[in-house]
């Protein structure tokens, strides 16, 4: 079955820096890979997603950007933000019925 | 719209009791999902509905773990006996009829057990 890797499990960046995290998985037929914010308290909320067509999606300050051939993926966020503070998840999931696979998730702090 | 609505929020319980959480999904959704969600991990599907019929539940524990979907809507998932690695947040998520992919968590059961 498919498993996602995710790495840092924690990242502490500036107010205003760039952050990355990133993913790889390893079934080559998952073809969609969303990234999920999850706030304290809260359950994950669907912050962009991509699928195997395209290569790159941008959202204001978030981006994704996907290799298939290597099996990663990644999440960019700019000019981050104190609000941006919170633990994000990448998965991967194959055609049809195949059950979406979380990654361990990465403990974001924003320092002001 | 409303939310995925969870209950109870937080429960403690002593191992080899027994718990029952509760989901209501979106209006309209017809996949529901039950994740655990352990401390610093990511969830782990337990079991997956499409209406009231189970597509996946090959990671659910039988022995002790059970969930049902009554008439497509609700839904509830029962520990008996619960163990003390049970301890997790418990997830709702639900789907759209129109498969666009995203799930919609509820805020979660934090279960504790003793």
């Known amino acids: 079955g498919e498993n996602v890797e995710q790495h840092p499990s924690t990242l502490s960046v500036q107010e205003g820096d760039s952050a990355v995290i990133k993913c790889t998985y390893s079934d080559s037929a998952s073809n969609y890979f969303p990234w999920y914010k999850q706030e304290l308290g809260k359950g994950p909320q669907l912050i962009i997603d991509?699928?195997?067509?395209?290569g790159e999606k941008k959202d204001q300050r978030i981006a994704v950007t996907l290799n298939k051939t290597a099996k990663h993926f990644s999440l960019h966020i700019t000019e981050t933000q104190p609000e941006d503070s919170a633990v994000y998840f990448c998965a991967a999931k194959g055609q049809g019925a195949q059950k979406l696979v979380f990654g361990q998730g990465t403990r974001l702090t924003i320092n002001p | 719209e409303a939310g995925v609505a969870q209950s109870p929020r937080y429960k403690i319980i002593e191992k080899r009791q027994s718990v029952a959480f509760w989901c209501n999904p979106i209006s309209g959704h017809a996949t529901l999902y039950w994740y655990q969600q352990i401390l610093g991990q990511g969830p782990k599907l337990l079991i997956q509905f499409q209406n009231n019929g189970v597509v996946d539940d090959s990671q659910l524990p039988k022995d002790r773990f059970s969930a049902e979907r009554l008439k497509g809507v609700d839904s509830t998932l029962k520990i008996q006996p619960a163990k003390l690695e049970d301890s997790a947040v418990y997830l709702c998520a639900t789907q759209g009829a129109v498969v666009t992919g995203e799930l919609f968590f509820g805020e979660g059961s934090r279960l504790t057990v003793l």
């Open positions: 991509i699928r195997s067509n395209v």
